[in-house]
């Protein structure tokens, strides 16, 4: 009998804590309302922002909330249904501000990077004692195959030759940036020769830019300029200080450069892979060159619709890659690893001419990276420019 007249004294207390703690956040949200009229709209406006934020883990200190409170709100037939314009909503009310690290705040990006040399360059590499591989299909079980390219078909989409055949780019702007170059996960870094001085943010992250993959993108932006292209690089670590998050504030950027600039048609988001054996130990994919040089392998990354968000043209960006990946095969048989389709969008319905690149892994050493960026670069420049003619 005592332990049930406890329980319902610890049940009443949990309700009283929830009442209070929905008072509170109704009170700071109608506050600055005049009216009972005005603050009815506040409470209606703020409602489904606050649930999905609850819901998704964003637990202000004043919440005071349960899980199951959460969980409970999270099902909520209203939510759910306006959840996709929630979210998008919300990702674009956080990048209104983005915070830097001295407290100050800063808007999106939305002019071109001014690039200015590093006071020191990267060191020709030694070896950087990571054991190397070079990772190539063995058959076509598990991938769907066209001409050069394997794609490993994570998604329920059903894929077939004919969707990937017949890629033409579009007239490029004669004027205006025509390519931008970010970098959701800029500070993900690589592996110099020992004795490198170092400052790392992470596990194989950094914000020097001589060694993590902003320094690829410098490369590939170099190629593209000398191939003709206009193209602008942002430079921004938007996994800095904070990883979570980064493809909300990439995109908020990526949405301002093309109202700014209209004129933009392909997107690379320049990321590089991590690669572990059994024991959890980094190595390194590479691909040996005829030179005698050695590039590190990369792969590209489509996002589809499967996680229910909107992004009707995803097979465009998906034939594009496959584009690509046949044209650098062509060349460098054994620099691309397959294609990766999968649900997430990866903010690749910004564009019909996205990809995500993945450069390396963390094992590689930098000049392996920069010099697979700057062959993949000439080879996307040739096929753009190609496709003018």
Excluded: C
């Excluded at 007249?5 to 309302?33: C, D, K, M, N, Y």
């Excluded at 005049?34 to 703020?46: E, G, H, I």
């Excluded at 939305?110 to 190397?132: I, K, Y």
């Excluded at 769907?144 to 055949?165: E, K, P």
């Amino acid at each position: 009998m005592k332990q049930k007249h406890r329980a319902v004294q610890i049940l009443r207390r949990l309700e009283a804590g929830l009442l209070a703690a929905g008072t509170l956040w109704a009170v700071g949200v109608t506050a600055g309302s005049d009216t009972a009229a005005s603050a009815f709209s506040a409470l209606r406006a703020a409602l489904p922002m606050s649930a999905l934020r609850w819901e998704l883990g964003d637990f202000w200190p004043q919440d005071g909330l349960s899980p199951a409170a959460a969980l409970t709100i999270g099902e909520a037939p209203l939510l759910l249904a306006a959840r996709p314009a929630v979210a998008e909503r919300w990702a674009l009310e956080r990048q209104e501000e983005i915070p830097e690290e001295d407290g100050e705040t800063k808007a999106p990006v939305t002019t071109p990077v001014e690039e200015t040399p590093l006071d020191a360059e990267a060191p020709v590499e030694e070896d950087n004692g990571v054991p190397a591989k070079t990772l190539i299909p063995s058959g076509s079980d598990g991938y769907f195959v066209t001409g050069r390219t394997y794609i490993s078909n994570r998604t329920d989409h059903t894929l077939s030759a004919s969707d990937l055949q017949n890629f033409s780019a579009p007239a490029l702007a004669e004027t205006g940036p025509q390519i931008l170059i970010v970098h959701t996960h800029g500070s993900e870094s690589y592996t110099p020769a020992p004795g490198t001085d170092v400052v790392w943010s992470g596990d194989y992250r950094t914000t020097d830019y001589r060694y993590n993959v902003v320094k690829v993108g410098d490369e590939m932006a170099e190629v593209f300029v000398e191939a003709g292209l206009s193209v602008l690089h942002d430079r921004t670590l938007y996994d800095y200080p904070s990883y979570s998050g980064a493809y909300d504030r990439s995109l908020a950027s990526i949405q301002h450069y093309l109202e700014e600039y209209p004129t933009i048609q392909y997107i690379l988001d320049v990321h590089r892979d991590a690669i572990e054996d059994g024991q959890g130990n980094q190595y390194k994919v590479i691909s040996e060159l005829q030179d005698g040089s050695t590039a590190a392998q990369m792969s590209l990354v489509i996002g589809s619709d499967g996680s229910g968000l909107s992004h009707p043209n995803w097979l465009q960006n998906l034939r594009l890659a496959a584009a690509m990946q046949n044209a650098v095969l062509e060349e460098y048989p054994s620099l691309m690893r397959p294609i990766t389709l999968r649900n997430s969008r990866y903010n690749q319905h910004a564009t019909t001419g996205s990809l995500l690149l993945e450069v390396g892994a963390a094992g590689n050493a930098p000049q392996e990276a920069i010099l697979a960026g700057r062959l993949f670069a000439q080879k996307m420049a040739d096929l753009l420019t190609a496709s003018q003619t």
